[in-house]
């Protein structure tokens, strides 16, 4: 695919009254990656997508899509885009087909090449035996598979994922995440947003951490779990803060209270001295554990996503 269908947002900022939402966000999202915008309720993903897609204008910077430059060209750029937002707008007078169907005349596909695009659109997210169903029969997964099914008509290239999968039962979203991965590998470049730590470090080549319309870091889930924690935790119940905070302070390695116990990394380069140090508190409760983002996230902001 070309490698002219880039999109790259420059320093993106919005403001609405003297609140700054989004703080000067910039990077790159290429065909056929996923980058994931990580953060907690309020951090601007949404806004961040809008002013990707063309539909919120940034107080300062653009998007560079292509040939394309947004807002002020959001609609030729939107002709090669595809969005699931968080509500499903779908229209509920119209069966799962007839959704499809109407939406096409949108990119003036109409009559049999609406239908037939509907029909293998159907077929590729599974609802093919729901085709005449009315929307609300559907189950949340569904309506998820639908939108997402509405959103590829046109064959976008880049397309934006706002939370799809909340609210979504495992298996659900084990299958929309099998969707994603389809639409990537067929060179698809995917921006998601997202509060699920595991939804990102499945699905996303690179991640975007976002805080108050900040990145407070950036880089592949692997990269930043090694880069921000090491490779192993100890969860730790039942030894007193003061004593892991001087045990961590000594070894270098990053100590945190954390719920009712606490959490220390254990340095790569000593995992088993620190372990065995903790280990000699003779802790109520002790497990030793790989890294992951949710560690990240609460290293860098201190707080767990929800
Ligand atoms: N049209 C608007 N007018 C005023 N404030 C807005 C508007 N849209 C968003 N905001 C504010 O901007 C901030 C960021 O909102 P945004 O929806 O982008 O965050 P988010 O990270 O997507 O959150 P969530 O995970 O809850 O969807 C919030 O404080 C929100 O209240």
Redesign the pocket.
Known sequence: MSDSLNLKAYDLW?T??D?P??QGISFTLAPGEIVG?L????????????MLFGT?VPTKGFVQFGPWQLPGQGQLARAQMGIVT?EDNLDPDFTVFKNLTHFAHHYRITDAAARQRAGELLALVNLEHRAEAQVDELSGGMKRKLVLARALLNRPKIVFL??PT?GLDPDARQDFWRLVQHLKASGCGILL?T?YMDEAQRLCDRLLL?QQ?KVIDEGTPTDLVARVIGREVAEIGGVEAQILQDLAARHGAWYRAFGNGHLVALPDREPEVVWDAIAAHHPSRLLRRPANLEDVFLRLTGSVLE
Do not use: S
Request: hydrophobic share 25%.
């Open positions: 919005k609405y009254g609140e939402v989004v915008l953060g907690p309720n309020g951090a601007g993903k949404t806004t961040t997508v809008g919120v968080q706002d939370e909340t947003t509060h976002l319309g």
